[in-house]
């Protein structure tokens, strides 16, 4: 079994940056990302899960949803097995619990599609 674990989550002020990480163990080998791809979804209450951005294993293809488009990067280190999420130029409605998850083969849009998650950390914006 695949583990991917999420840490960097907290309070931050609006227009305050942070740097979320997922770090994969578990069965996951040094070439886990290198046959996944990964995405960083969020949760708010009352609100269903929505991508924010997306890696291919290879590390050369990203995906921004509309609202991460120009604040938030995605990244990652195959050799740590960890992918990361930059956040900057934070929102009050940024606020919710962030999530990382894997699929196999290409980037994919569903969450359904994800066969992978994290237990989500969350995020607060004050404004």
């Known amino acids: 079994q695949v583990q991917l674990v999420e840490s960097g989550g907290g309070l931050v002020q609006a227009g305050g940056s942070l740097r979320l990480s997922c770090a994969a163990s578990?069965?996951?080998?040094?070439?886990?990302?290198?046959?996944?791809?990964m995405a960083w979804f969020r949760q708010a209450p009352g609100v269903e899960r929505e991508l924010v951005a997306a890696?291919?294993?290879?590390?050369?293809?990203?995906y921004y949803v509309y609202f991460a488009e120009g604040r938030f990067t995605i990244s990652g280190d195959n050799a740590a097995n960890t992918v990361y999420l930059q956040l900057s130029g934070q929102k009050p409605n940024d606020t919710a619990d962030y999530y990382c998850?894997?699929?196999?083969?290409?980037?994919?849009?569903?969450?359904?599609?994800?066969?992978?998650w994290g237990q989500g950390d969350q995020v607060a914006v004050s404004s």
């Open positions: 578990g069965r996951a080998s040094g070439r886990f990302f290198s046959n996944y791809a």
């Open positions: 890696i291919s294993g290879s590390g050369s293809n990203t």
């Open positions: 998850a894997a699929t196999s083969g290409d980037m994919k849009a569903r969450r359904f599609e994800y066969e992978y």
